[in-house]
């Protein structure tokens, strides 16, 4: 097995290859595209942003898009339209994702995700906790001051690829035969880019042609790539499916909503340990090894990328076959069971696994949930 851009922590190749043989699930199908060459911004740039297909902006400019200033203008009220709910729901996302609180995927929508979210937060804030995005809530979460959304301009890098047609869902012969688990477009791309949902990306955009270089498009402008601080202890909170990541004086550094083992093919008990660290990891799929899949294809080897099983990340815990990876697709983070293993948003996961080492503690707590929340 290979890793790319890897941090293997004194895990050997073959210990890391075993326990990504053993965890994922099937890949959720859709779309994919391959990690583009540096961005070349359009004169003037709206934003500075590094090379990385998942980086966000490090200098936020205010839209110049009606749309995008109407979500940065959206407050908090009782008797909201169903379009200004959307945007104060949009904007309390990307504030939440800058509090280091992450709602997962930025979709303008109501659900257990934001619940979650709100509710770190008001732990967070002293305030009183019952997870409802009310005034107060949205008050403080508005002082901020930062604008929620901003302007980006697609560039030749961003269309050039290589993508690819589709994502062969559940055929991991067709996976194996694939030279990359890439994005299918600069749409996709661009929508994980800034955390987003592919849907709210082209809604609003309308009309944007996203595989031409030049056009500008509004995007939430979320959180930070780097959290504040190492990570010495990550709490897995198998009941509320949230992932919590606390720093050595003990104060949490960020929360993420993440994908739970079912009752059938359960998450792990008690404590245990990071052991390494794989960005942009190989999967193998061996149905000798695996609860799920035919049992007769034999060991495959999926190529990394976005839409890999595993996703862009793989953080190996010393609980064997067992770790904390990222998702093809973000909507599912949160809402579906996995096959036993911890899954985050591609975006969670790279700042979680950016912030621990070998020897961080793992912790799962909370008894199983069957993870049929709507988030």
């Known amino acids: 097995m290979t890793v790319r851009n890897s941090t293997l922590g004194g895990l050997s190749l073959g210990m890391l290859a075993l326990a990504l043989t053993a965890c994922s699930e099937p890949p959720p199908g859709g779309k994919a595209e391959a990690p583009p060459p540096p961005a070349q911004a359009a004169q003037p740039p709206p934003v500075n942003v590094s090379t990385s297909p998942l980086a966000i902006p490090s200098l936020v400019q205010p839209s110049a898009s009606p749309i995008g200033q109407a979500i940065d203008k959206a407050a908090w009220g009782e008797n909201l339209s169903p379009d200004q709910t959307r945007q104060m729901l949009i904007r309390a996302q990307v504030l939440l994702s800058r509090a280091y609180i992450s709602p997962g995927v930025i979709d303008g929508k109501d659900g257990d995700n934001l619940k979650d979210a709100v509710r770190h937060f008001e732990e967070q804030q002293g305030l009183p906790v019952d997870g409802k995005l009310d005034k107060a809530v949205f008050d403080r979460l508005a002082a901020d001051g930062g604008p929620a959304m901003t302007d980006y301009?697609?560039?030749?890098?961003?269309?050039?690829?290589?993508?690819?047609?589709?994502?062969?869902?559940?055929?991991?012969?067709?996976?194996?035969?694939?030279?990359?688990?890439?994005?299918?477009?600069?749409?996709?791309?661009?929508?994980?880019?800034?955390?987003?949902?592919?849907?709210?990306?082209?809604?609003?955009?309308?009309?944007?042609?996203f595989g031409q270089a030049g056009t500008r498009i509004v995007v939430a402008a979320p959180m930070p790539e780097k959290l504040p601080a190492p990570v010495t202890l990550v709490e897995v909170d198998k009941k509320a499916r949230q992932v919590r990541a606390y720093a050595a004086d003990?104060?949490?550094?960020?929360?993420?909503?993440?994908?739970?083992?079912?009752?059938?093919?359960?998450?792990?008990?008690?404590?245990?340990?990071?052991?390494?660290?794989?960005?942009?990891?190989?999967?193998?799929?061996?149905?000798?090894?695996?609860?799920?899949?035919?049992?007769?294809?034999?060991?495959?080897?999926?190529?990394?990328?976005?839409?890999?099983?595993?996703?862009?990340?793989?953080?190996?815990?010393?609980?064997?076959?067992?770790?904390?990876?990222?998702?093809?697709?973000?909507?599912?983070?949160?809402?579906?069971?996995?096959?036993?293993?911890?899954?985050?948003?591609?975006?969670?996961?790279?700042?979680?696994?950016?912030?621990?080492?070998?020897?961080?503690?793992?912790?799962?707590?909370?008894?199983?949930?069957?993870?049929?929340?709507?988030?």
């Open 153 to 209: 301009v697609i560039t030749d890098a961003d269309v050039k690829g290589p993508f690819v047609e589709a994502i062969p869902k559940d055929d991991y012969r067709a996976l194996a035969k694939l030279e990359r688990l890439a994005f299918t477009g600069p749409r996709e791309m661009l929508a994980e880019r800034f955390h987003m949902d592919e849907d709210l990306l082209v809604a609003l955009n309308p009309g944007a042609n």
């Open 250 to 375: 003990g104060k949490m550094l960020a929360s993420y909503p993440a994908t739970i083992g079912s009752s059938e093919m359960p998450t792990p008990a008690g404590q245990w340990e990071v052991t390494a660290v794989a960005f942009d990891p190989v999967w193998t799929y061996d149905p000798s090894k695996l609860n799920f899949g035919d049992k007769t294809l034999g060991k495959l080897t999926i190529k990394p990328g976005p839409n890999n099983p595993v996703g862009a990340v793989w953080i190996d815990l010393s609980k064997d076959t067992y770790g904390i990876h990222g998702a093809a697709d973000p909507k599912l983070v949160g809402k579906a069971a996995s096959h036993g293993c911890v899954r985050l948003t591609n975006w969670d996961a790279r700042q979680l696994a950016s912030a621990v080492g070998k020897g961080t503690k793992v912790t799962f707590v909370g008894e199983g949930a069957d993870a049929t929340g709507t988030a």
